[in-house]
């Protein structure tokens, strides 16, 4: 499947990685648009969050237990913002389900 985010799983491109199991993986944003600025995918190819059922959901439940434990571990102790853009009108650019995880500095209020 041509997916950036299913070949950055696969090893075929590098990432730096902020945490790894066996359901999902967190690495830091190419781009970053805060202090930090990590993103948390699962391992299955999830579009978006338009694509999530009852079959795939216990990966979102999961991703949700992990992203505490990767934000104490990046420091975040002070809070951070979970953002995950969903198609054309979410401004989604990679089909790839992933949530931002988004701290380090005071983040600005509007949301859009
Ligand atoms: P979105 O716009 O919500 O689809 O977010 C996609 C995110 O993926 C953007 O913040 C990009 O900077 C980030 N991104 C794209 N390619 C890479 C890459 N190779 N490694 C890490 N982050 C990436």
Redesign the pocket.
């Known amino acids: 499947m041509d997916c950036?985010f299913c070949k950055?799983i696969a090893g075929d491109?590098p990432?730096k990685k902020a945490y790894e199991d066996d359901m999902c993986l967190a690495?830091?944003?190419?781009?970053p648009?805060a202090p930090v600025?990590v993103?948390v995918i699962p391992k299955e190819h999830i579009p978006s969050a338009d694509g999530v059922d009852t079959e795939n959901s216990k990966y979102v439940s999961h991703i949700f237990e992990v992203i505490p434990k990767v934000a104490a571990s990046l420091g975040l102790q002070n809070g951070y913002r979970v953002i995950?853009?969903c198609g054309e009108d979410g401004?989604?650019?990679?089909k790839h389900l992933?949530f931002?995880i988004l701290g380090g500095k005071k983040l600005p209020e509007n949301m859009g």
């Open positions: 950036l950055i491109i990432s690495f830091h944003d190419i781009a648009q600025h993103l995950t853009n401004c989604q650019s990679v992933h931002h």
